[in-house]
């Protein structure tokens, strides 16, 4: 994120580089470590008064919310930021964003002021969303009932990012009436709610990820029934370049830190940063950084202006970043040669994590299908 | 339409035709019984991965999580009860005797299920095949006689191979970057041996192997002409353990640091030494130093590019069940168009790839290591001796001098430099280009599968972690590109010069 285009972000930027290298680099390697997505309460809450005060968390959200009303430029200058430190609590900020902006795009005022204004802890803000999941491709939804006062869930859903963290949960169900699916706001610590264990996965490790059962749960829709799909759309359309923007942030860490280790590191009686190919790779990590950066930027731009097209945009130069991202960090890694395989170092967690972030919204190849059905319609 | 001498003279012009397309001169010289022995072991293979590695090997990753310190001694034991470690050991030194390129088949085939696994068995023989390509036949006989016997008593006697320093990697793998290096492995020659300081870091299965070797230096300004190698057995005195490594993958297979404080070496288990070199050989000892890293990189780089198709198919086979398994819209995923396309697209890569890592075999069997024990009547002659013959007739040859400079003389000194280079650039196109479709795969898988490739439990997230060590031991594949372009491309570029910028 390039924040010489947009000046107003500069305030921002330096509060959320001190912040990510006061409160979040001292725990990276900690928080990696395994039984993977058992988030340190006491770390979190005291980080979340922090960035809470800061106005990060209601980054995006309106100031009746407490908010501070900006807009994605924002959002994804901190997600970078804070990704070039440990993408995993990027994770945290990007699903706590998709679950507000789920509910700003449903209108559903009486929601956000139920949880925003008055919650009194990170567990209380951060309200858990499927991040990696784009509803209307999954093959199994969760069944809503209408129960005449309100609505009760039923069934599985896989992948709930926060879902052993959070008290609130936006889940995506299906009502037997509509075609598409909707939204609901689930308290998840309703007994009719079980939980796996945190799930182990490639990257983002400090970020707890859990599947869960639901059995007779009530639940309060958000939005109109079956306009799921509807919601899903315009926040993933923006959504999507804040997945961007972390991976562009990994790219940053990941560039650095084969830099810094390149100078110092010495083999054929010279530093490994004076051979050719080694100055290649570093090039063409650059260069993949760099462009990015620009795709970022530029789609937030795009975005705010609301310029022609900007959805296709967003999710164009997304997919292309984290295909870059993807190559940067595997190059990373080979730059630092065996210790960059080590835990000791940054790398080999930017290279789980890079692949971890391009899962987000869904699968790749579908993304690509439904840009170009867009299109060419 | 032309002389036959017109047709030599053209085929054999740079690029030479017959070192451009080895499969199809060298595939119909093969003895037709190293099919028949290969599908024996890929037979093997399978009944293992069935019955020990696939239902293990997520269970060890998540073990190996748990505690960062598990060593994976039962799964070693069970490598030892099945027979694995001494499958290559060539009957001559009491093993099963089985061809070499074989090997390669059989580590795509474990590696495809667990890459960890296959270096828990494979790199015992990157240790076995340092040791052979010293050409010291006597200590060569003596510590394979120890792995057999290992095997025979259920106490597993494994090899590692120690060259990587903190200060040198890239560094030791190719003699001209060697002479420039900051080594810090120093011997220092005493009356009956050497005693040696310094350590050795990131050697695969270091804590669970009983022999490794060793390479140290009498001068470490002048490491490329003053290397010594040696065999070192743990309990020797002055020989640790340091740290085990915390890795990303392959975790199941540690890596260790071996730290040596004055451990005394005695004579009888140095392999060589500059000394040693001038007695078979007039050719200055860098050049010998490199001929046998050479070899021993020429076996394992194709090797390693075995595990990068092992990889590479783990990768499709993860792909491949996915697709089955799914539904796009309510229709299987493999009815789509675009979804074959990547499926065969994996597939592809690892056709590809194995394609570089047989000719690289090809290279070994009939201008490298491999060249006498495969030669089709020696190859017969080796496979129906009986054993007596071997136990009485040559293992006492092994053990006089005329042993060693036999084997020196073949493999060392009257090695041809081509053959040399053709071998040394095939190992490492293979590790490279095997390596990077490996790689290639996992990324594909992984696309495919979105969430739920991220899960361990569904193995293709610990596919990608494990591939990409692949691509940085035995030489980064930075390395392995200049190695082939020094090798083969040279020829055609008079004004290159290498490590010289
Ligand atoms: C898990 C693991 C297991 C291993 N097992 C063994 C083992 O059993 N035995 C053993 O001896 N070793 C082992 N190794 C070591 C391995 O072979 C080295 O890590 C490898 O050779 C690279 O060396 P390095 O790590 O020192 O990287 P470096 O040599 O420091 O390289 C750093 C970077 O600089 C580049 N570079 C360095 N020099 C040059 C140059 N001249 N031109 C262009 N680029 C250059 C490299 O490509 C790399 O990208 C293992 C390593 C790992 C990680």
Redo the contacts between chains.
């Keep these: 994120m390039l924040t010489a285009l947009n000046k107003d972000l500069k305030p921002f930027e330096e509060l959320i580089t001190k912040f990510s290298k006061d409160e979040l680099k001292p725990h990276v390697e900690e928080h990696d470590r395994y039984p993977f997505g058992t988030l340190d309460t006491n770390i979190i809450e005291s980080g979340f008064h922090r960035i809470y005060d800061l106005g990060f968390l209601g980054i995006m959200l309106p100031e009746k919310y407490a908010g501070i009303g900006q807009g994605i430029s924002a959002m994804c200058m901190m997600l970078g930021h804070v990704a070039e430190v440990d993408a995993s609590y990027s994770l945290i900020i990007f699903t706590s964003g998709m679950s507000q902006q789920i509910i700003l795009n449903a209108d559903a005022d009486g929601i956000a002021e139920k949880i925003y204004p008055i919650a009194k802890n990170a567990q209380e803000y951060l309200v858990a969303f499927p991040s990696f999941t784009d509803p209307g491709q999954a093959a199994a939804l969760p069944q809503a009932s209408s129960s005449g006062t309100g609505y009760t869930l039923t069934g599985k859903l896989d992948y709930l990012v926060l879902g052993n963290f959070s008290k609130w949960a936006v889940i995506p169900a299906r009502t037997t009436d509509s075609k598409s699916y909707s939204f609901f706001l689930v308290d998840l610590n309703d007994k009719g709610v079980r939980k796996s264990n945190a799930i182990f996965s490639l990257g983002l490790h400090a970020c707890p990820i859990i599947d869960i059962t639901l059995n007779g749960v009530s639940a309060q829709i958000i939005g109109g029934e079956g306009k799921g799909e509807k919601y899903f759309e315009a926040t993933s359309r923006i959504m999507h370049v804040a997945a961007a923007a972390i991976n562009a942030g990994i790219m940053r860490g990941s560039l650095k830190e084969a830099i810094d280790y390149t100078k110092e590191r010495e083999q054929g009686g010279k530093l490994v940063i004076n051979w050719s190919e080694v100055r290649m790779l570093l090039a063409n990590m650059a260069v993949k950084s760099k462009a990015a950066e620009l795709c970022v930027t530029q789609t937030c731009k795009a975005i705010d202006e609301k310029l022609k097209d900007w959805g296709q945009i967003s999710i164009a130069s997304t997919l292309h970043v984290h295909d870059l991202a993807c190559e940067v960090v595997t190059d990373g890694v080979q730059l630092l040669g065996g210790n960059g395989y080590m835990k000791d170092y940054g790398q080999e967690k930017r290279y789980r994590d890079a692949r971890q972030v391009q899962a987000l919204l869904g699968l790749v190849p579908l993304k690509k299908l439904a840009l170009i059905k867009e299109i060419i319609a | 339409m032309l002389a036959r001498s017109d047709v030599k003279s053209f085929i054999s012009r740079f690029p030479s035709f017959e070192d451009e397309t080895l499969s199809m001169y060298y595939a119909p010289r093969m003895p037709k019984a190293m099919i028949k022995e290969t599908e024996e072991l890929i037979a093997l293979a399978r009944k293992f991965n069935d019955e020990v590695a696939r239902p293990l090997c997520l269970e060890l990753d998540?073990k190996t999580?748990?505690d960062p310190d598990y060593f994976p001694v039962e799964l070693v034991k069970k490598a030892n009860e099945w027979g694995f470690y001494t499958l290559w050991i060539p009957k001559l030194f009491g093993g099963k005797g089985y061809n070499m390129p074989s090997i390669s088949y059989f580590l795509e085939e474990i590696g495809s299920v667990c890459l960890g696994i296959a270096n828990v068995i494979g790199v015992h023989y990157l240790g076995m095949t340092g040791l052979m390509m010293s050409c010291n036949a006597r200590v060569t006989k003596k510590i394979l006689h120890e792995v057999v016997e290992g095997e025979k008593r259920g106490e597993p006697c494994l090899l590692s191979f120690s060259i990587?320093e903190p200060?040198?990697?890239?560094?030791v793998e190719e003699v001209?970057?060697e002479a420039?290096?900051?080594l810090g492995c120093h011997a220092k020659k005493v009356k009956g041996g050497y005693i040696v300081n310094g350590s050795k870091?990131?050697i695969s299965m270091g804590h669970l192997s009983k022999w490794t070797v060793l390479y140290a230096y009498t001068d470490l300004k002048r490491g490329a002409d003053t290397k010594v190698s040696m065999m070192v057995k743990v309990g020797m005195k002055g020989f640790s353990f340091g740290r085990h490594?915390?890795?990303?993958?392959q975790r199941i297979c540690p890596a260790s640091v071996l730290n040596f404080e004055d451990c005394f070496v005695p004579d009888e288990y140095v392999l060589t030494d500059p000394e040693s070199l001038k007695s078979f050989t007039k050719h200055p000892s860098r050049d010998m130093n490199m001929r046998h890293i050479d070899y021993v990189f020429s076996i394992s780089r194709a090797a390693v590019g075995a595990f990068g198709i092992g990889a590479a198919r783990g990768a499709f086979n993860a792909a491949l069940k996915y697709a089955n398994e799914?539904?796009?819209d309510g229709k299987p995923m493999v009815t789509y168009e675009?979804?074959q396309c990547?499926l065969a697209e994996m597939y592809a890569n690892v056709r590809l790839g194995r394609l570089t890592y047989q000719e690289a075999n090809y290279a070994n069997q009939h201008r490298g290591p491999y060249n006498l024990l495969q030669m089709k009547p020696m190859y017969y002659y080796l496979k129906y001796m009986p054993l007596w013959f071997f136990n009485i007739i040559l293992a006492p040859l092994l053990n006089r001098s005329i042993g060693t400079w036999l084997m020196s003389k073949w493999y060392l000194d009257w090695q041809k430099p081509e053959d040399q280079s053709l071998t040394t650039g095939l190992a490492s196109m293979a590790k490279f280009c095997c390596t990077d479709l490996g790689?290639k795969n996992c990324?594909m898988a992984?696309?495919?599968m979105?969430?739920a490739?991220?899960?361990?439990?569904n193995g293709a997230?610990k596919i990608?972690?494990d591939a990409?060590?692949l691509?940085?031991?035995e030489g980064?594949?930075?390395l392995n590109?200049?190695n082939l372009f020094k090798s083969i491309i040279a020829p055609a570029a008079p004004k290159a010069t290498f490590?010289e910028?």
């Excluded at chain 2, 200060?167 to 560094?171: C, K, L, W």
């Excluded at chain 2, 490594?245 to 993958?249: A, D, L, R, S, V």
Aim: hydrophobic share 35%.
């Design positions: 998540r999580h748990e990587t200060n040198a990697g890239t560094d001209e970057l420039m290096g900051r870091i990131f490594e915390n890795k990303m993958g799914s539904e796009i675009w979804v990547r790689v990324q992984l696309e495919l979105g969430k490739g991220l899960r361990q439990e997230e990608l972690r990409k060590l691509q940085i031991y980064t594949n930075q590109r200049i490590f910028e």
